[in-house]
């Protein structure tokens, strides 16, 4: 349990609920329940009476927003005790202190008082300069530099009025850019005015030409696309692009707004007074030197930190689709892993997923040997009855498609179907330790064509065994924070495979340990269990296994599956701690719980109201009868397959206007891209993705979606292709679009949003949006090397 004091964990619980739309007693109790180590999956699937049915979402928000505010109570505790040790610390600035409300209010209290260097002002007040400052400030009636000579003294310092004036100005510069309240108004003044301003590097026209369109670029930093702030930052630190944050369009009235601001907070105005214009440049020079700097890197990065937040969450919405993705399921599977020179690398994998055979053939160049390779194909097809075909998707994938596609006429007895598999991370896996633990014997190259088969059969099992953020689905993943991406990441994951549940007698150590209070260690204990003692008969067996006691039992219990087993309910999602409870059910019903499982008619007269108590209400209760009526039921979609065009293999067979069926690999905030089999996915606008207007691509698409698209254009030096949904639209792809990435994520304008009420479609569908831009580029460049 974190130690702070029951007041203050109410408060934090309040300001948790209120942002996630829920009650503080809500909140607290699921708080409670993560100090004691309960996981978010079994929190939100079993504990709902406790949360009062807090979903996994909010689960997580909770989770994340926790840490956070206590990260800024251990910060608070410690800045309350640094002022204190300098007796400094006034009632009234310990209100203020333990009144804010964000690590930036918190660290504007505490900069006049943090350690630093000795600064220009600490030595210009040991001169004896403060008295200078404050005297001009009081009454600027005075003369500067008259009023200055009483302050010469060369012994400390001072040669002359010009080193006295500059020391009294450093004081009130320091003054003014650590006045937490200033600080505040003029971050959230910018916040809403600021304008991010790129400037091309002198020199760097050539080597940054994908950032082109970014050469002299000036946009809101309240508005910005998450996309295209992160796209500028990549830009800086390649030093293509010089980054400013200006207080508005008009960089020098901004500039004199700010410093309007500060001299206001000062209580200084321009009357034409000996003082005033001294005062005026103190203030000016404050803002230019202190205060914009600070602000600049203060509001980059909290809007990197959204940006990346943003980021984060479109990575982790495409990685659940593709970790949810319809599973071929229990069907034997010839993987191929497409190549040219090195041959195309060859696996069966039987229904269970074992790999009974495998093989290198070399139908393309330089070799050609397409006779031979069909010829072992075949055979291994009629030899362990092949149902499915999975081709990679990289290199020589259409040519490889092509080979497939021969070696099915020729067996048509066996009724084959190819499907073209995504291989995004296949080459990591093949590489890494957990590849080289599970098929010593392989080849490294053909431990791909084995991850390729089986991902197809269940892609959620098979792609556990990668890192994440390997899996190359996500928009600006190298530009983010690794372990925020990480954690984010792996929560998706988790969320996924306890979603499913886990048949414990079949899972991998990889699967395993992606379930509900798991760990590594003991996820490998119970592959090693099985192994010596034959495949588990319940769930209750499971605490035979070693590190695996009654606190773990409980957080992956309800997760783990187990198939024709001695207890029937352990097929199912019902936790074991409600075993009697389901027994009490079936017996006021005069039946046995084999009866009673699947029989939906009979299941739905009950009412749970009937059969709550103290432990289990009426969430829980509905959950079990739901869960009775289909046990272990797969959440995932049917399986199906895209179908690529017969004789459309590369960017060159391309026409405008073809409709084609494609899959959808990633969705960005600006678009979706889909694979239409030419080795190069092609980019559907946000404009195009539907007929009426959406704010978010996932809105009409996810990662994993068959859909039709046709061509808009086809730019084939800069192998770029830009789709449409929009089947019936006539109007032609113009030839000299505005620039794509400038209109990514544009706010619809008023009259836009009157027209798109009226008719329903998307105010820019008229207008498509092509892909040649340079955001475009670099994304669809970094899909291709992950």
């Not at 093989?359 to 092949?386: F, G, M, N």
């Not at 084995?450 to 993943?477: F, N």
């Not at 996915?681 to 996932?698: E, F, M, Q, T």
Request: hydrophobic fraction near 40%; proline fraction near 5%; glycine fraction near 8%.
């Amino acid at each position: 349990m974190h130690d702070i004091s029951p007041r203050l964990a109410r408060t934090i619980a309040q300001t948790i609920a209120t942002e996630i739309g829920a009650q503080p007693a809500q909140a607290l109790a699921a708080i409670g329940l993560l100090d004691e180590g309960a996981t978010v999956p079994f929190i939100a699937r079993y504990r709902k009476e406790v949360t009062g049915g807090l979903d996994d979402t909010q689960l997580r928000n909770l989770e994340v927003r926790l840490g956070y505010l206590r990260e800024l109570e251990d910060r608070r505790a410690t800045v309350l005790a640094s002022i204190a040790e300098q007796g400094k610390l006034s009632d009234e600035l310990r209100g203020e202190i333990e009144a804010a409300d964000s690590k930036a209010r918190l660290e504007d209290l505490y900069l006049p008082y943090k350690p630093k260097r000795r600064t220009k002002a600490q030595i210009a007040r040991e001169a004896g300069l403060e008295p200078l400052a404050d005297g001009l400030l009081a009454d600027p009636m005075l003369t500067p530099e008259t009023f200055a000579a009483g302050f010469v003294d060369a012994d400390k310092g001072v040669a002359d009025t010009k080193a006295a004036l500059e020391g009294a100005r450093a004081i009130l510069m320091e003054r003014w850019g650590e006045n937490a309240a200033l600080v505040g108004e003029l971050r959230g003044w910018l916040s809403e005015v600021g304008v991010i301003r790129a400037r091309l590097a002198e020199g760097k026209e050539n080597e940054g030409a994908k950032y082109r369109d970014y050469f002299d670029h000036a946009e809101s930093l309240a508005k910005i696309p998450s996309h295209r702030l992160l796209a500028l930052f990549r830009a800086r630190r390649e030093e293509v692009l010089f980054l400013d944050l200006e207080p508005g369009t008009d960089p020098d009235p901004g500039h004199a707004q700010a410093e309007g601001r500060v001299a206001h907070h000062a209580g200084i105005q321009a009357q034409g007074r000996p003082a005033d214009k001294w005062l005026l440049d103190a203030c000016r020079l404050t803002w230019r030197a202190k205060l914009h700097l600070h602000l600049l890197l203060d509001l980059f990065g909290q809007a990197r930190e959204r940006a990346e937040a943003q980021a984060i969450d479109v990575f982790g919405d495409n990685l659940k689709d593709l970790l949810l993705a319809a599973p071929a399921g229990p069907r034997a599977v010839l993987g191929l892993d497409p190549g040219i020179r090195t041959g195309v690398k060859v696996a069966v994998v039987d229904r269970t997923g074992k790999v009974v055979a495998t093989d290198t053939i070399y139908p393309h160049e330089p070799r050609k040997q397409w006779d031979a390779s069909v010829h072992t194909l075949r055979a291994l097809c009629a030899q362990h009855a092949i149902e499915l075909i999975a081709i990679g998707n990289g290199t020589a994938s259409r040519e490889t498609d092509k080979l497939a596609g021969d070696v099915i006429k020729l067996c048509p007895e066996l009724k084959l179907q190819k499907i073209v598999v995504s291989e995004a991370g296949a080459s990591v896996y093949s590489a890494s330790e957990l590849a080289a633990r599970e098929f010593p014997e392989l080849d490294v190259s053909l431990r791909g064509a084995v991850s390729i088969a089986r991902r197809l059969q269940d892609p959620l099992a098979e792609l556990v065994k990668i890192e994440p953020k390997a899996i190359g689905v996500g928009q600006y993943q190298h530009d983010v924070d690794g372990y925020r991406l990480a954690r984010a990441l792996d929560a998706k994951v988790e969320d996924c495979v306890n979603a499913v549940g886990v048949h414990v007698n079949t899972a991998s150590a990889a699967l395993l340990t992606r379930v509900s209070g798991l760990s590594a260690t003991v996820a490998e204990n119970i592959v090693r269990h099985r192994d010596q003692h034959g495949p588990f008969r319940s769930r209750r067996a499971l605490l035979d296994v070693p590190r695996l006691g009654d606190k773990t039992f409980e957080q992956c219990a309800g997760f783990l599956r187990i198939a024709d087993g001695e207890q029937p309910l352990d097929a199912s999602s019902v936790h074991p701690e409600a075993y009697p409870l389901v027994q009490r059910i079936v017996k006021s019903c005069g039946r046995e719980v084999k009866q009673v499982i699947g029989d939906g008619a009979f299941l739905r007269t009950l009412r749970p109201e009937q059969f709550t108590d103290e432990q289990f209400g009426v969430p829980t209760i509905r959950d079990i009868l739901k869960e009775l009526e289909k046990p272990g039921r797969d959440p995932r979609p049917e399986f199906k397959a895209a179908r690529f065009a017969d004789g459309v293999e590369s960017l060159k067979d391309l026409q405008v206007g073809m409709i084609l069926e494609g899959v959808v690999t990633n969705v960005a905030a600006f678009g979706a891209f889909v694979d239409i089999g030419v080795h190069q996915d092609g980019l559907v606008h946000i404009s195009a993705l539907s007929d009426r207007y959406i704010k978010d691509p996932r809105e009409a698409v996810k990662a994993g979606d068959i859909v039709k698209v046709r061509v808009l254009e086809v730019d084939i030096p800069r192998k770029r292709i830009a789709l449409t949904r929009r089947l019936d639209d006539s109007v032609p792809a113009p030839q000299a679009p505005r620039p794509a990435q400038r209109e990514a994520s544009r706010p619809a304008r008023p009259s836009e949003r009157s027209r798109e009420g009226r008719s329903g479609r998307n105010p820019e569908a008229a207008k498509p949006v092509l892909a040649n831009n340079a955001l475009a580029d670099a994304f669809a460049r970094a899909k291709r090397t992950e």
